[in-house]
């Protein structure tokens, strides 16, 4: 079935620290892939998607690109904040007309002053 | 623009009892989706709604329902609340169109069964 497998956390890093966050994927189809962000006590907050090969999310310094040949779709950013601190989720749907997400088990990231 | 607005923001239940959660999409959106989120199993897909049809149904007992109304407004149901059912329950509504497949997140129901 179709699955999403996310990088264990949680993840520490200091502040101006380069962040990468793993993130495969198996389906069936071709689905369109997002990275959600869900502060504490919050719901989710989409950061990024994508949806076709080769095609590059970004936003707030955060980027992923999907590939397809590897079936992968990781998160990075070159400079992390304080602020960052959150649960990282990334997800699929298939656009066959419904908005059924699956997501990964989400990554907590802390980013240390 | 509103946002998805999810009610009651928390809620504590007895075992045994029933519940309902209420979910308001985006104005204008027409798809809304539930989702339950707990420690161990992550984010779950419950079902799907569309223009007051269930499109899509994830892997939970048939406790847990749902319908939606004409205004697109969602109500989830969980009947004989069990321990485990304690969760944030999640509501996202999206925009159907071609191309259109973001999904915009409330801020959850926390649910505690005791």
């Known amino acids: 079935g179709d699955s999403v497998t996310q990088m264990e956390g949680p993840v520490t890093l200091s502040e101006e620290a380069f962040l990468t966050i793993n993130c495969t994927y198996t389906a069936t189809g071709y689905p369109s892939l997002f990275w959600y962000v869900q502060y504490p006590g919050e719901g989710l907050q989409l950061l990024l998607k994508?949806?076709?090969?080769?095609d590059k999310g970004s936003n707030k310094g955060f980027e992923a690109t999907y590939r397809k040949e590897t079936t992968s779709f990781h998160l990075e950013k070159g400079s992390v904040q304080v602020s960052d601190s959150a649960v990282y989720f990334c997800?699929?749907?298939?656009?066959?007309?419904?908005?059924?997400?699956?997501f990964g088990t989400g990554t907590r990231l802390k980013v240390l002053a | 623009k509103a946002g998805v607005t999810q009610t009651p923001r928390y809620l504590i239940k007895t075992r045994g009892q029933q519940v309902t959660l209420s979910c308001s999409p985006i104005?204008?959106?027409?798809?809304v989706s539930w989702y339950q989120q707990t420690p161990g199993q992550g984010l779950q897909f419950l079902f799907e709604y569309f223009s007051e049809t269930q499109r899509n149904k994830g892997n939970f007992p048939g406790r847990f329902s749902g319908r939606q109304f004409s205004n697109s407004r969602s109500e989830m149901n969980v009947s004989t609340l069990e321990l485990g059912d304690s969760a944030l329950y999640l509501c996202?509504?999206?925009?159907?169109?071609?191309?259109?497949?973001?999904?915009?997140f409330g801020q959850g129901t926390r649910l505690t069964v005791v």
């Open positions: 996202a509504s999206s925009l159907e169109g071609q191309g259109n497949t973001e999904a915009f």
């Open positions: 104005s204008g959106h027409r798809s």
């Open positions: 997800a699929l749907t298939l656009t066959s007309g419904t908005y059924k997400y699956i």
């Open positions: 994508a949806t076709k090969a080769d």
